[in-house]
Every structure is written in C-alpha cells, then in structure tokens.
C-alpha cells in the first residue's frame, strides 16, 4: 500500500494555505502613529481639507509620511508620537471645533495587501485601552410617558367629539380607564376612539353600575415606542461621541433596549460619561421674516430676535419666543408623501402641541418655522496653558455651553394641526435624520449606564505582552514535547501546529473579528487541545505496528480510524463554543469565538495537512521502519 | 520516546468502587462548601465597582482607606494585587441611580491629595494631571475600572447558569443520538461530576468566581467531554472488533488502549495551561486556574466515571451493533 495524495488535494490544502499567510501578514507590519480628522454635522472633510492640513503642517515645518482621505476621514501619518502629538495640537487650531482631530494607531499595512482586503486584527478594548459602557434604554420611561399622552389626548378628543364621560384615569401598568355617563355614550366613545386614535385598543366592562372603557395601547404601537426611544438615543449618542475626539467610535444596537459605546483610547471615563448622559430638547420658533438677516449679522439683530446656527451651515433669524417644545412632539417618522412620491417627515403633535400648531399656523400662513436643537454642554474651563482651572476648594471650574442649532425652517403651506409634514428634503437619508432629530425632544427615555469596563493604556499594553508571552511559551512547550515523543512525526505535527496559528490569525484578521484577551487565552488553549488529534493519529499508527502492520499500512490505518473520534470529540467542543457563543456575554464572547475558529482550523491542519506532509515524506516508497 | 508502556493492562473498572465512593466524597465536599460558603462571586455577578490604580511609588492600604473613607467611600475594600503600588478598590452596589459614577468619583478623590486633576482626553500611553499649574504624568494611574449594575449582574449570572445547562443539553443529545442514551448519560454524569468538584474547590478556597471562570467550566465541559468520547469510541470499536470477552473485559481493555492518548493530551494542554497560569496576567489568572482543576478532574473522570457509569447500566454488545454500517456517511471526508 502506498500513501499518495491525488494532486487536486494538495491544491485544495493550497488554496487554504497561502491565503492564510496573506491575510495573516498585515499583523506584522505593526502600526504606524497617525492624525485622523473626520467633519461633525456642519462639514464634510474633502481634499481641500486635507490640503488645508497640509499647508498648516508645512507652515509650522512638521512632516507626514502619508496623507489619504478614507470613508470621509482625513488621515496622517507620523513617523513618532511627537510629531502626532504636536500635529493634533496644530490641527485642532487650524480647523476649529467644526472637526474632530483625533490620536490614532494606522495599520502600516502595505498598499498591495490592503488592495486584497488584508488588515491587522482589530484588537478589543481591554488590549488597546479604552472606555466601554453598555446602557440601558429605560424603554418603561418611554411607555409611561405614552400612556400619559394618550391619557391627555382621550380627554381632549372625546371632549371636541362631544362624548360625555365622567373620568378618565390612568391605572399603572393596566391601561387608561374611561367612566362613561351611560352605555350609549360608550358605544358613541367608542367609535370616535377608534377613529382618532388607533392605536389604542378598547375593552367594555362595568363598575357599580357603570358603563366603562380600559384603553390600552396596541402590542405594535408599543413595539414602535420602544423601537424609537432606542433609535433616537443611539443618534443622540452617536453625535455626542463625535465629540470626544475618538478616531473609531462604536455605537451599536444590542438586544432590544441596550446600546454598547466602545471608545478606544479614552482614559477619562468621566468626561465621557458626562457628554454621553446630556439631555437634548427641542423648540419650535418663528422665522423673524420683517428684519434683515445680513444687517442683523453685521450689525446686531432686532430686539426680540435672535441669531442662530444652522445645522448644514449659515445662519439664520429667529424670533425669540417659544412657540411650543419638543415635548409636545409625539412622534416624527420619515416616509413618503402620497401625492409626489417625495421624501416627507410626518410629525404627529400631542393635544397641547396641535392646538397651539393650529392657531399659529393659521395665522402664518406662508411664514417660516424653525426647529431648534439644544442641547447643554458643560466643559472644563482651561487656562491659556489649557490647563483646568481650579477654584478654592481644588474643585475644577465647569462651565455651561448652551449649544443651539436649526435643524429645519420650513414655510407653512396650510394651517396645521395634530399631524402634518415636512416636505421639500433632498432625500430619504435627511428624512430619517431629521426625523430622528426631531424625536430627541419627543420621545427621550431616560438611558442609564449598566456596565463600565475601562482599561488604561498601560493594561492594555501588559495585557498584550503577557498574552503574546504566554502563547509563545505555550507554544513553544508543546512543540518541544511532541518532537521529543514523536521524532519525525512530531516534527510534522509542528508544522501544522504553527500553521494552524497564522489561520487562526488570518481568519480573526479576514472576519475582523475582535480579539480580547479571553480571546488570546482561547487560543493558547486551542494550541493545546489541537495536538489532540496528531497525538490520536500517531499512538494509532504505532499501535498498527506494533500488531505487525507495515509502515504504509499503519499509516493508512491509523488516520483512517483516528478521524471519527477526532470528529466527535470536536463537535462535542464545538458545541460547547458555540453554546458560550450564543448565551455568553463581553469577555465570555471574546473566548468563545477564537476557540470555535480554533477547532475548525486545527481539524483542517491535524488532520489533512499532516497527512499531505506524512505522504510527500513516505508516501511513495517502500519503507522498513517509522520514526514515531 | 515511550512514557508510559506499550501495552498497559490496568483494572481500571476493577477500582470503579473505590472511586465511586471517592468521587462522592468530592462532589459531596464541593456541594457542602456550596451551599455552606457558597461561591465568592465577583462584581461582574453580584453588580459593583472595581478601580485599579498605579501609584508612582509604594502606597499604604491604610492611606489610600483614609482617603477614600474622607470621600465618603467608606465602604469600600483596598488591597494590593501584585506590588505594593497597585491598588484594587472594591465597591459594593449603591441604591442611588447614579451609581455608574462611582468610578469616577473614587478616582478624583485618589488624586486629590496630590492636587492631581487628569487633563488628557484620549490617545497617549500615559495619562497626564495637570498639578500646581503644570501638567506632569499622574502620580496615580488608572490601569482598570470594572461597573456592573446590580440588575444586569444578576442577569449575566442567570445567563451564565442557563449556557451551562445548555451546554449540558446539548452535548447529551450529540452523544445519544452519534452513540446511544446509555453512553450519553455517562459522558453527562462525568461531565456534572467535573464541573461541580471544580465549582467546589472555587468555593473551598474562596477564589473568585467572575465571569472568566464561567467560560472556563464550559471549556472544561467541551475538553473533558472530548477524553471521554475518545474512550467511548474504542469501546464502540472494540465491540463490534471483539467477538470474545466480557463487556467487562472490553471496557477495561478500550481504558488501557487510549489511556496514553489521554494522558498525553492532558499533558500537553496543561503544558498551555500552566504557561497561561504563571504568564498570562492577573485578568487571565482565575481563568486558568479554573481550567486546570478541570483538565486534572476531567481526566480523572473519563478513566473513572464515564465508563463505569455506562456499565453500571447494563450496556450490551447489542447495543453497539450498527443499523447500517458506520462510517458510511464519512466516507468523502476521509483523509
């Protein structure tokens, strides 16, 4: 018997292979430091910007080895950290608070490698250091706030309907109740419910001999409630993280009410938790149409009017009066309208809202109305130095920044009521934005942070070292041991052990799936169990010559019978991976996900490319004995 | 290289009494100290806070208490881990809704003393305080803070539980269904009989239990599983190879045949392991301890539990016989 490989495996086990090395080479390129600039609301950063930068660096005599502009996102290079350091600095001045400029490590990737798709494994914040925060959207905040809306709009509807009612009360966690005169007004309330507000459903009973409604709000209504508070507060977060100044911010759904902020590099977990927990409201203010928007510029605006920012650039005159509040906003949802086709927000007002809505757009038909953002921004005071400022009692001095921005001033076709639209926008993109926008002040649920897990750099950088330290050793012990035990074969299951390594790289590297710490411990582990398999096939093969096989017999033999156990005993792990995979959280996930590509890839080496080495060595040849 | 002999013929079911009655003893042990003692939980289940420091110089656990009792943190625990300039400061859960901001607090109050006030925002290996109007490296260094709210750490918790219960499930139902209930229930008891005298030494000792070990039992579920049906195999094989013998003698002489495969991977991932142990940082530490207990009592339990668990149920040749023949489904993936 002679063990051959046909050549299509070896192709196979090629095909594998070297992509392998190719995606696992970025991860030794190491990382360069780097400048990364990317625009805030108002402005976008383009090749002027990157010119800009670099007219500013030149001037103050620094250099950059390269300069790209990638995802919207300026990006430099530094040959060290004092030259980063010091660009940031001349960056942040050149281009004002309109940019964010922030610290960054660039993968040195070579261009080439970059082209296929290769990148260096995107390292977990417990390796890099950084704040991770996972909050809470407190969506029962939401619900009340609801039911009280609803509460209010079933007095006012069913008073303009004309229903006569005794009370309407809402009962926590039951839904609203509404006590009706008799049972002809009931069925009469009825009908102008279900008319005007579908989204509650109805319920008859009776109480002393009265007629009753309990209205509840609709299974689908509530999902929508809660579906909204998290939207609008991942866009709430999603701006202010903008504002730390973090090169690769994370804002991610998780779960139905949970949202994760992971924020590489930042250290000071107070800040964030401070610009990341403010409060955003809106107002509805009138166009001042009678004054002149330039000379009030040049000049100073006209007593009673006020100057504000709009959210895409240029300005705008306000009344300063406010007409109502985000609060009266019930709900905004991008759509279409009916009639064009084009891209609309419909807005839905509370009772409150719609009834100032109609007077004043009555009585402005053809004037301009203007949504304004606010949000409070406390920043530590700094000296010329920028250094804080501390007051008697060694307390740093904060202070408060009222931040202002229209984001919408549109003119009043009709007079309006409870519901109606914002036409005119450019596309669907600006519709859902500023349907989110204008849900801030509506429908803003308490968010609350329920899990912190900050690093500090020098963790980070200890928790690599060791990590590395310790799967190098491990490594290193084991390869030691099977070459002692096995000889020859030992030799070749190094071979497919160290291959099995740069897969587990390549497929971390080629999935960027985020490598943590538990995760360097999955793959230490993994280094240990994979040998499992050779060790399964080689005491095989030495069991078959000891009952007198030949060599080539035994080897056959001895991975032809070692390959079920070696599968069950795989799944069998797989199923535990997968279970910690699927229920596990954070730091178990980090584990779990380099274990299963572990034992994927350290069947694949085990077994076929040993098997394909042991061939090429033995396979064609008449042998007398094994060294194993 | 040869360790342990060719052809060993040791009468491991032989011994199956007395190793049942020192199982017991183990498993006993372990769940007296559980329900005694109990496990010492860390804040990632019980919910709390965790800050990690580094001073510049050695610090006094008592200076660094007063510190904080004047801040107002008077419940909190202060030990050194590792040098006497780390410091780990341990807070418990409070009523009050902004407890996430503990953390920051008790830095603030960590560095008043010194006039420190922290200056840089992001980026930078070390992170600087602006102090007597320069702005100099900060004498205390933030290396880890740790907060989890006491509703969600009751959750990751109840989740932790239900994984390995999962786990359990699962692989109960992968092995009846590749072998046959009367070896399922035997990979299960054993795998049980591992994770409870594991959960066990974690009690005795008193070492904490976060969620690292967590993953690590379930790791220990997958490994000792993975000797188990190593052994279960030959047993299957040796069945239907076999045609004379006691199921007795089977079972023993399957035991004998993969016992160097076994111990030889044991001691090839306690190898990793101990590197783990001794390299891989305090964060690592618990993981691989948990790990270690497990390999050693998952080994054991392979040898001890799950086979004569399997023959305390009266398992048969018959039961072995294949419908069709084995394998034929595997046939395209052969090496």
Same mark, same amino acid.
């Given at each position: 018997m002679l063990n051959r490989y046909p050549l299509w495996k070896y192709v196979i086990i090629a095909a594998i292979v070297v992509p392998g090395f190719l995606y696992a080479l970025p991860n030794l390129f190491g990382e360069d430091p780097g400048v990364q600039v990317a625009g805030t609301r108002t402005v976008t950063v383009d090749t002027a910007t990157l010119e800009r930068m670099e007219n500013a660096l030149s001037a103050e005599g620094m250099s950059w080895t390269t300069a790209s502009l990638e995802l919207g996102n300026a990006r430099l290079r530094f040959k060290d950290t004092d030259t980063q350091l010091k660009a940031r600095d001349v960056l942040q001045r050149e281009l004002g608070d309109n940019y964010t400029v922030a610290l960054t490590l660039l993968p040195s990737t070579p261009g080439w490698l970059g082209s296929l798709g290769a990148a260096p494994m995107y390292l977990g914040l417990d390796l890099r250091g950084g704040v991770h925060f996972l909050m809470q959207v407190d969506t029962a905040a939401a619900l009340k706030r609801a039911e009280e809306r609803y509460e209010a709009d079933l007095r006012s509807t069913l008073r303009e309907e004309r229903v006569r009612y005794l009370t309407v009360k809402r009962v926590p966690d039951r839904g609203i109740e509404i006590k009706l005169r008799d049972a002809a007004e009931r069925d009469n309330g009825r009908t102008v419910i279900e008319r005007e507000l579908p989204a509650l459903a109805l319920d008859e009973f009776e109480r002393d001999g009265k007629p009753y409604l309990m209205a509840t709000i609709r299974q689908q209504e509530l999902e929508q409630i809660k579906k909204f508070a998290l939207e609008q507060n991942m866009t709430a977060l999603r701006n202010r993280v903008d504002e730390l100044g973090v090169a690769e911010p994370v804002v991610q759904q998780q779960g139905d009410q949970r949202i994760v902020v992971q924020l590489p590099g930042v250290q000071d977990t107070a800040e964030a938790k401070r610009i990341l927990g403010r409060v955003a409201t809106l107002e509805i203010l009138m166009v001042d149409e009678e004054h002149d928007l330039q000379s009030a510029i040049s000049q100073s605006p006209p007593p009673g009017s006020k100057l504000f920012r709009y959210r895409r650039g240029g300005q705008i005159l306000l009344k300063?009066? *406010? *007409?109502?509040?985000?609060?009266?906003? *019930?709900d905004a949802a991008a759509g279409f309208d009916s009639r064009t086709g084009g891209p609309v927000v419909h807005i839905t007002l509370d009772s409150r809202g719609a009834t100032i809505n109609q007077r004043i757009t009555g009585e402005n038909i053809g004037k301009r109305m203007a949504v304004v953002y606010i949000e409070l921004k406390s920043e530590v005071k700094r000296d010329a130095q920028g250094n804080p400022v501390l007051d008697d009692q060694g307390e740093v001095v904060r202070t408060t920044r009222r931040i202002e921005e229209v984001i919408t001033a549109p003119v009043i076709r009709d007079q309006l009521g409870k519901r109606f639209q914002i036409e005119g926008l450019d596309d669907v993109n600006e519709a859902r934005d500023l349907s989110l926008l204008l849900r801030a002040g509506a429908l803003a649920a308490p968010i609350q942070i329920i899990e912190e897990r900050t690093v500090g750099p020098s963790l980070g950088k200890d928790n690599i070292e060791q990590g590395m330290r310790s799967v190098i050793i491990g490594f290193v012990l084991v390869l030691v041991f099977m070459v002692v035990y096995y000889r020859m074969f030992g030799a070749v299951a190094c071979v497919a052990l160290s291959l099995n390594l740069v897969l587990i790289v390549a497929a971390l590297s080629l999935f960027q799936a985020t490598l943590t710490l538990p995760g360097v411990a999955g793959i230490v582990l993994t280094v240990g169990m994979a040998v499992d398999a050779n060790v399964l096939i080689f005491e095989r093969i030495r069991e078959e010559l000891r009952n007198g096989n030949s060599p080539q017999a035994s080897i056959h033999v001895g991975y032809d019978k070692a390959f079920g156990t070696i599968l069950d005993a795989n799944v069998t792990t797989l199923i535990a991976a997968l279970v910690l995979l699927g229920i596990g959280s954070g730091p178990v996930k980090g584990f779990a996900v380099t274990l299963s590509i572990g034992i994927a890839t350290s069947m694949f080496t085990a077994i076929w490319v040993t098997r394909g080495i042991v061939n090429l060595m033995y396979g064609g040849r008449r042998l007398k004995e094994l060294t194993i | 290289m040869q360790i342990i002999k060719q052809d060993t013929n040791i009468d491991f079911l032989g011994k199956r009494r007395i190793m049942a009655i020192l199982s017991i003893v183990l498993v006993v042990v372990g769940l007296v100290s559980l329900f005694v003692r109990g496990l010492n939980f860390g804040i990632e289940f019980t919910g709390g806070t965790l800050v990690e420091v580094e001073y510049d110089q050695p610090v006094s656990i008592a200076d660094t208490r007063a510190t904080l009792v004047a801040a107002e943190f008077g419940d909190a625990v202060v030990q050194y881990f590792g040098t006497s300039r780390d410091i780990a400061i341990r807070l418990p859960v409070r009523e009050d809704a902004d407890s996430a901001q503990i953390s920051s607090e008790v830095l603030s109050a960590l560095r008043a003393p010194d006039n420190e006030v922290l200056v840089e925002g992001a980026g930078g290996r070390v992170q600087r305080c602006s102090r007597d109007g320069s702005v100099v490296d900060c004498r205390v260094q933030m290396r880890r803070i740790e907060f989890i709210g006491p509703q969600f750490g009751k959750e990751l918790a109840e989740d932790g539980g239900l994984a390995l219960l999962a786990a359990l499930f699962m692989i109960l139902l992968y092995v009846a269904f590749r072998f046959e209930w009367k070896f399922a229930i035997g990979a299960v008891v054993a795998l049980a009989h591992d994770v409870l005298i594991a959960l066990g030494v974690f009690s005795l000792l008193q070492l904490e239990f976060n969620q690292s070990v967590l993953a690590a039992l379930l790791a220990v579920i997958g490994y000792s599983l993975n000797d188990t049906i190593v052994v279960f195999d030959r047993i299957r094989e040796n069945f239907r190879k076999m045609r004379k013998g006691s199921t007795f003698e089977i079972m023993n002489k399957s035991i004998n045949q993969t016992l160097r495969r076994t111990l030889l991977t044991s001691l090839t991932t306690l190898l990793v392991l101990l590197a783990l142990f001794f390299l891989g940082g305090e964060v690592i530490h618990g993981f691989a301890t948990a790990l270690i207990i497990g390999v050693l009592v998952g080994t054991y339990s392979s040898i001890f539990v799950a086979s004569p668990v399997v023959l305390g149920l009266g398992i048969s040749r018959d039961d072995m016989m294949p419908v069709k023949k084995e394998g034929v489904d595997q046939e395209s993936l052969l090496p």
């Open positions: 300063d009066r *406010v *007409v109502y509040s985000g609060d009266n906003i *019930v | -």
